[in-house]
Structure formats: structure tokens, C-alpha cells
């Protein structure tokens, strides 16, 4: 599966931002999919994602009721919806997914990130 970010940026505080991440490849094995951030020094952090069996969700306290994480199942793309921003937001935002069979058993892929920064 292969990754490709888009839609990072430079916003206020207080303005939103929707970034893209469009999935390729052995799509139908995927089994998760989200979107963590990290900032220099710093460990990367799960923000938010989905279950594709059944949509359910998960979101990282910071951002609950500011960040939504949605899926458009047709056409393989994950969304996250980020309202409220705020200067702490700022990060390398990466998607992520985890997909694989039986056969293949279970395996990561990560986008190449994209920036996103708020000023305040």
C-alpha cells in the first residue's frame, strides 16, 4: 500500500485545514487507517483514525471536537478534518495504514508527511 499526503499548510490559529491522503496498491487489505503528527525532538503521536470494517474511530484527546477523521471508501482516500487550530497543532502530519492477509500478515506504510503550521 502506498501513501500520498496532501492539503498541509501555513493557517492562523483559529482557521481550519483538510488534509488528503489517497491510498494505492493492495487497498482492499487495509484494516486501519490514520494520521499521527511529530515535531523535531519529538516522538510521533496517533491523532486520530478509523477501523474500515466498520468506520469506528478513535481520536487523541488534544484534538476531540476540533479533528475529524473520515473515510471516502470509493476512492480509497482518508480525510482529516481539522477546525479550531491551534500554534501546538503545528506538525509534520503523516497518514498511516495498516492492511495485510493471513498470508501476508499485517505491515505498516506511512505517507512522506506533510507540514502544517499554525500561527498565533
Known amino acids: 500500500v502506498q501513501l500520498v499526503e496532501s492539503g498541509g499548510g501555513v493557517v492562523q490559529a483559529g482557521e481550519s485545514l483538510r488534509l488528503s491522503c489517497a491510498a494505492s496498491?493492495?487497498?482492499?487489505?487495509?484494516?486501519?487507517m490514520g494520521w499521527y503528527r511529530q515535531t523535531p525532538g519529538s516522538q510521533r503521536e496517533v491523532v486520530a483514525s478509523?477501523?474500515?470494517?466498520?468506520?469506528?474511530?478513535n481520536d487523541a484527546e488534544s484534538v476531540k471536537d476540533r479533528f475529524t477523521i473520515d473515510m471516502d471508501y470509493a476512492r480509497d482516500i482518508v480525510f482529516l478534518q481539522m477546525n479550531s487550530l491551534r500554534s501546538e497543532d503545528t506538525a509534520v502530519y503523516f497518514c498511516?495504514?495498516?492492511?495485510?492477509?493471513?498470508?501476508?500478515?499485517?505491515?505498516?506504510?506511512w505517507g512522506q508527511g506533510t507540514q502544517v503550521t499554525v500561527s498565533s
Open positions: 496498491g493492495s487497498t482492499s487489505s487495509i484494516k486501519r
Open positions: 478509523i477501523m474500515l470494517h466498520n468506520g469506528a474511530e
Open positions: 498511516s495504514a495498516l492492511w495485510g492477509t493471513v498470508e501476508t500478515g499485517l505491515k505498516d506504510s
